[in-house]
């Protein structure tokens, strides 16, 4: 039984249909036929005839198909071999663009030093539904200009099958004797070299989307450096949304490349958006030691679409392993958008602009309000009844009042107490409020962690170096607004340090923090 080779390259799925379609044709004429795509090429022998399909973007084939015919020069010089190219430009019945389409098929065929012995266009389809919204808008535009269909909400598929399956007939009809005649002992190509294109692509692949997440991460200096401050306890709406457009686009488009699937068909326009966000955002904060943040945002959303232009659209099939890596991707970028999006209402939860203003004990001196985060609570009962609970902070004393469980977790024995000891009521300067216990996870972080007291007075304030200023004051009603204010970034912040503490430290942070203070709360408003 003669053994036939159908070899595709396709960006939307198209094309891939066209050579499954051939195939299916191939096997019914008795053939034993392989249908592979040209960048996985797993040709392990030889066989008697071989049809290439590609489709036209951008003005040529993928590059994965001019690869492959011009490593399978050998076979193809000795076997009939037949080139379908696929294009909407053929629907259009125009000389210019009949020219235009001429003109690449041949620019394909001399670079690739193939001469097939039959050529047959193929018109193609506009799967508007798979498209990212920049490419939809920019096919929509040139079929609008060719009179062709614009309706975004469906597909349109315009192959004539009858006349796809005729061609094939008659190639097969034409070449019978040569198919028959065709060597059986020459090895096509080895397995070899196709593998080690595989592993490059993987590799690039790998490169690529961890370097867009690592990009996007990277753009949480933007936050860190307040390109959103206007005045302390104001903010500018559209500039925190240039951020968490530049943060979470980048990281979803850098899963996007890594193959999470409910993300890939966006991967390009996800880049594009991240980048054009990156950029105006840069253009605001105007620093200009993150130089190399706008080279790569305006480098990146290229090196996306030219690896989308060459990648396939073939649907592989779908395993557990797939489907978890599917789900860790999503639920790392939510965390992400969350850690991002919400960032301008937990930096300062519960505070008034009034209460940025105020002069607080723990100040750095001079103060830069756009770097700090403030959070407020206001508890009916008066300073001197909230002060016990505040003073017996501490791994060694009352604990953090706060979710104690999620900490033990993390190996921290801290066990909160909701009653008030009178041993636990006085601190000095220089005392460590210890985080942990001592010898902390094998002492991997010092002999222990923890804050040291910078100021402490009784009724009004707890100060604790790299952490913020726990402050008390009176309101008229005789109850205590609670403020706890930190200075969490500076002017000159590097990236990589903006970015770790964006997207694993601030959120994390501010929920702790957060059941700390409401929980202060109810211990000071309902003693036991």
């Known amino acids: 039984m003669s053994r036939l080779l159908v070899i595709y390259g396709t960006t939307d799925g198209h094309t891939a249909k066209i050579a499954n379609f051939v195939g299916e044709a191939l096997r019914s004429k008795g053939f034993a036929v392989e249908v592979a795509q040209a960048s996985d090429a797993p040709m392990k022998g030889d066989y008697d005839a071989v049809f290439v399909a590609a489709s036209v973007h951008a003005g040529g084939y993928q590059r994965s198909v001019a690869r492959w015919v011009t490593a399978a020069s050998p076979l193809l010089s000795t076997r009939?071999?037949?080139?379908?190219?696929?294009?909407?430009?053929?629907?259009?019945?125009?000389?210019?663009?009949?020219?235009?389409l001429w003109s690449i098929r041949q620019r394909f065929l001399t670079r690739t030093g193939w001469q097939p012995d039959e050529t047959k266009v193929v018109a193609g389809a506009l799967p508007y539904t798979q498209y990212?919204?920049?490419k939809r808008f920019v096919m929509k535009r040139i079929a609008s200009k060719a009179g062709g269909d614009t309706d975004t909400s469906r597909d349109f598929e315009y192959t004539d099958w009858n006349d796809l399956r005729r061609f094939?007939?008659?190639?097969?009809?034409?070449?019978?004797?040569?198919?028959?005649?065709?060597?059986q002992s020459q090895a096509a190509m080895t397995a070899a070299a196709p593998q080690q294109r595989s592993l490059r692509r993987r590799l690039v692949r790998a490169a690529l989307g961890a370097t867009l997440i690592f990009h996007g991460l990277a753009?949480?200096?933007?936050?860190?450096?307040?390109?959103?401050?206007?005045a302390p306890g104001i903010w500018a709406p559209a500039n925190a949304a240039l951020y968490v457009g530049a943060i979470a686009g980048f990281v979803a488009a850098g899963l996007a490349v890594l193959g999470?699937?409910?993300?890939?068909?966006?991967?390009t326009s996800l880049a594009v958006a991240a980048g054009l966000c990156a950029l105006v955002a840069q253009v605001v904060l105007r620093s200009g030691d993150l130089w190399v943040g706008v080279v790569l945002s305006l480098a990146l959303p290229m090196a996306v679409w030219l690896w989308s232009s060459a990648s396939s659209s073939?649907?592989?099939?779908?395993?557990?392993?797939?489907?978890?890596g599917d789900a860790l991707g999503l639920a790392f970028l939510a965390w992400i958008a969350l850690a991002t999006g919400f960032w301008p209402h937990y930096r300062t939860w519960g505070a008034s602009p009034q209460e940025w203003q105020l002069a607080l004990p723990g100040d750095r001196s001079p103060r830069h309000p756009e770097f700090e985060i403030l959070s407020g609570v206001t508890i009916q009962a008066s300073p001197d009844t909230v002060w016990p609970w505040l003073a017996q902070l501490g791994q060694d004393r009352a604990g953090f009042y706060s979710y104690d469980a999620l900490e033990r977790l993390f190996g921290d024995e801290i066990h909160n107490v909701r009653e008030l000891r009178r041993e636990w009521q006085t601190r000095q300067t220089g005392d460590l409020v210890p985080a942990t216990q001592i010898n902390y996870l094998g002492g991997l972080f010092g002999p222990r962690l923890g804050?040291?007291?910078s100021r402490f007075e009784p009724g009004r304030a707890l100060v604790l170096e790299n952490w913020g200023?726990?402050?008390?004051?009176?309101?008229?009603?005789?109850?205590?607004?609670?403020?706890?204010?930190?200075?969490?970034?500076?002017?000159?912040?590097?990236?990589?340090?903006?970015?770790?503490?964006?997207?694993?430290?601030?959120?994390?942070?501010?929920?702790?923090?957060?059941?700390?203070m409401l929980t202060i709360k109810e211990l000071a408003e309902h003693p036991a």
């Open 80 to 100: 009939p071999s037949a080139f379908l190219s696929v294009c909407l430009g053929v629907l259009q019945h125009e000389a210019a663009v009949d020219a235009d």
């Open 132 to 134: 990212g919204w920049i």
């Open 168 to 183: 094939v007939d008659d190639f097969i009809d034409r070449n019978a004797a040569r198919i028959a005649a065709a060597p």
């Open 219 to 230: 753009n949480a200096v933007l936050p860190m450096r307040a390109v959103d401050a206007v």
């Open 260 to 267: 999470v699937r409910p993300l890939r068909q966006l991967a």
């Open 314 to 324: 073939r649907r592989s099939p779908v395993g557990p392993l797939h489907k978890v």
């Open 451 to 453: 804050w040291t007291v």
């Open 469 to 516: 200023a726990f402050v008390l004051l009176p309101t008229p009603d005789g109850g205590t607004r609670f403020l706890i204010r930190s200075t969490i970034s500076h002017g000159r912040i590097p990236a990589w340090a903006a970015a770790i503490n964006l997207a694993a430290f601030e959120l994390p942070h501010f929920i702790m923090q957060r059941r700390m």
